[in-house]
């Protein structure tokens, strides 16, 4: 009786003891696993997070730089276009037989108030015209400058001096306001297209406001 019990004791303590040992191996397989730390987790998304940034900003700076190059496009487009829709026909300063002319007489102590006048004419004014206005510029500095559309000018009266290489044009605006340009080279050719230019200005205006007026006319509509 003695030994049945003591085979019984000694089987239960060996499926206890294999018990045992199957759940350490089982403890031990689940802790060889890899498991990332958290501090791999977090380098991992602050790359991910980094690298989604980076690439936002180099789309936004591709589509600024090609916005930026259309703006240029168009405004060089828009600038070549208005300079090549305005074309010159005299751009000049005063002659300088005038000058020379004045000089001479100048030294007659007489003529020396228009001899000052002419030289300052000539270091300083320069007369421009083209097919929307004529201009007066400064030489010393072409910003300043007066300008006049066509559209202005009432009235062309020109003069020539000495024996007619050179004259005076006196251009007449719509307010009374007189133009006068002094010791114009070529002064009939530039007179004649002033005025040509002022009679087209003035015959488009008249053309724009008879439309302007058939326009806006009334229709009566029947019942």
């Not at 987790?41 to 930026?68: D, I, N, Y």
Request: charged share 20%; hydrophobic share 40%.
């Amino acid at each position: 009786m003695s030994a049945l019990l003591a085979r019984h004791s000694a089987a239960v303590a060996a499926a206890a003891s294999c018990a045992s040992a199957s759940r350490r191996a089982d403890s031990n397989g689940a802790s060889s696993k890899p498991f990332a730390p958290l501090s791999a987790r977090k380098s991992v998304t602050t790359a991910a997070f980094t690298g989604g940034r980076s690439q936002l900003s180099s789309s936004s700076l591709r589509l600024h730089s090609s916005t930026s190059a259309a703006a240029a496009s168009t405004r060089s487009v828009a600038a070549a276009t208005s300079s090549s829709s305005e074309e010159v026909f005299f751009d000049s300063g005063p002659h300088i037989g005038d000058l020379a002319l004045n000089l001479v007489l100048g030294l007659t102590g007489v003529w020396l108030p228009l001899t000052l006048a002419s030289v300052f004419r000539v270091l300083t004014l320069r007369y421009r015209f083209t097919n929307r206005r004529f201009t007066v510029l400064s030489e010393l500095d072409e910003k300043e400058r007066l300008e006049y559309p066509y559209s202005l000018v009432s009235e062309v009266r020109s003069a020539p001096r000495f024996i007619g290489e050179w004259g005076d044009i006196s251009i007449t605006l719509k307010d009374k306001t007189v133009i006068d340009l002094k010791s114009v080279p070529k002064f009939r050719q530039v007179a004649k297209y002033c005025e040509e230019q002022a009679k087209a200005a003035a015959a488009k205006e008249a053309k724009a406001g008879g439309s302007s007026r058939s326009s806006s006319k009334g229709f009566d509509i029947a019942a």
